[in-house]
């Protein structure tokens, strides 16, 4: 008997370029392509001929990465196969793949083998955003970026941008909130300073002040993310849980203000200072001596004596 049941399309992630192809609802003009089509498969073209992409998310190419692949190009070859567009015969342009592309140069190479497929621009950029989501090295912050320009330049709705690269709305929602962050964090979630999980935390807090200053305090106290988020709820809320000490509620743009005169005390002094204070701003200086002559230095410093 026949299965009358409706056959279910899967989701283009992880399922190669072509599947994107495939799955996208932009209709295809036959304006758009070469009036003759190449087969699909794989093809040994000239580095020459290709182009790098015009829509390439990723602006950074790490330059010892690049060289180390280079490497492993001259000595295993080209493992997994570029993917392209034709442009004109003897002119391609890049889908996928600039990595391998560059290091291929790099290496001395004059061709190198390529998927060949049919594209218009939109389906360009597309095919290069979700390649690049695809890999486990991108950092959170060029997610973030590469899911606003599927959102804004392909004209995905959010719930589409889920469906497209396999991942539910509240986590598409978590990297495009990556954004509204002041620049100092988001450099810092690209340069793997911290987190997503901290900066999940900072983007709690309205106050751009400061979100900027527990960032430097998470950065110079190697702060947990659990540490973050327990200073965030303390500031949005007041006193929450009773297993925080009572001087980490203390708001942390005092905290830091606090450090840095605590250090500028100490270097007055050339011996270290204790500064404290609390939320009603009472507190205390402890200045430690380790001999009569040394609390002579400290009295002289001070014009007591």
Do not use: W
Request: aromatic share 4%; charged share 30%.
């Amino acid at each position: 008997m026949a299965d009358n049941k409706p056959i279910k399309r899967k989701s283009a992630l992880g399922r190669g370029l072509g599947a994107l192809l495939e799955d996208s609802p932009k209709k295809i003009h036959k304006e758009d392509f070469l009036t003759e089509e190449p087969k699909i498969g794989i093809h040994e073209i000239s580095l020459d001929e290709v182009q790098v992409n015009p829509f390439q998310p990723r602006t950074h190419f790490d330059k010892d990465s690049l060289a180390e692949l280079a490497e492993s190009i001259k000595v295993q070859g080209i493992i997994q196969p570029i993917t392209v567009r034709k442009l004109t015969d003897g002119e391609y342009q890049l889908i996928a793949g600039e990595r391998r592309y560059q290091a291929s140069k790099m290496a001395g190479l004059t061709s190198i083998p390529a998927y060949i497929r049919t594209a218009n621009d939109q389906q360009m950029l597309e095919m290069a955003l979700i390649e690049n989501i695809q890999r486990e090295n991108l950092n959170a912050l060029e997610i973030a970026h590469s899911y606003q320009r599927l959102l804004s330049e392909c004209n995905l709705k959010q719930e589409e941008l889920g469906d497209r690269v396999g991942k539910n709305r509240t986590t598409v929602n978590n990297y495009l909130r990556l954004l509204k962050l002041p620049p100092d964090i988001q450099a810092g979630i690209r340069d793997q300073k911290i987190s997503m999980g901290h900066a999940r935390a900072l983007i709690n807090i309205d106050d751009i002040d400061k979100q900027l200053a527990l960032y430097k305090r998470t950065l110079q106290e190697e702060l947990s993310v659990r540490k973050v988020e327990a200073l965030v709820k303390s500031l949005n809320d007041g006193p929450a849980e009773k297993a925080i000490k009572a001087g980490d509620l203390v708001d942390p743009i005092k905290k830091y203000e606090i450090n840095k005169l605590q250090q500028r005390l100490a270097n007055h002094f050339g011996t270290k200072v204790a500064l404290k204070s609390d939320n009603k701003s009472k507190g205390e200086i402890k200045i430690p001596f380790n001999s009569t002559d040394d609390l002579n230095r400290i009295l002289e410093i001070l014009h007591i004596i």
